[in-house]
């Protein structure tokens, strides 16, 4: 079955980095795009950045534009989420997901990894 598995998260001071990577499994990775959405607590879940299959097209929220970069390594499976700069409102579940569209819509993403958590101190 497709899994999707992220790591990475963890707690770090406000302007600090993160780099959090998302691991598929049972499904033709080089085919989807792949998205990166957040949730924080009380909050609706929230697009980050998405890329197209090939590296084409990418998409970031304009509240991590500048500061987060979305990569992929379709050798490795893997999508990156690169975050520089953190701040306290960056705090959240991170969670990685794949669609046969590049989209900021989570509702066009299938399938969905399990989280991981980013906190920011400030």
């Known amino acids: 079955q497709v899994q999707l598995v992220e790591s990475g998260g963890g707690l770090v001071r406000a302007g600090g980095s993160l780099k959090l990577s998302c691991v598929a499994s049972?499904?033709?990775?080089?085919?989807?795009?792949m998205g990166w959405f957040r949730q924080a607590p009380g909050k609706e879940r929230e697009f980050v950045a998405s890329?197209?299959?090939?590296?084409?097209?990418?998409y970031y929220a304009d509240s991590v534009k500048g500061r987060f970069t979305i990569s992929r390594d379709n050798a490795k499976n893997t999508v990156y989420l690169q975050m520089n700069s953190l701040k306290p409102e960056d705090t959240a579940v991170y969670y990685c997901?794949?669609?046969?569209?590049?989209?900021?819509?989570?509702?066009?993403?299938?399938?969905w990894g399990q989280g991981t958590q980013v906190t920011v101190s400030s």
């Open positions: 049972g499904l033709t990775f080089s085919s989807y795009a």
């Open positions: 997901a794949s669609s046969r569209v590049v989209t900021t819509d989570p509702t066009k993403y299938d399938y």
């Open positions: 890329i197209s299959w090939s590296p084409d097209y990418i």
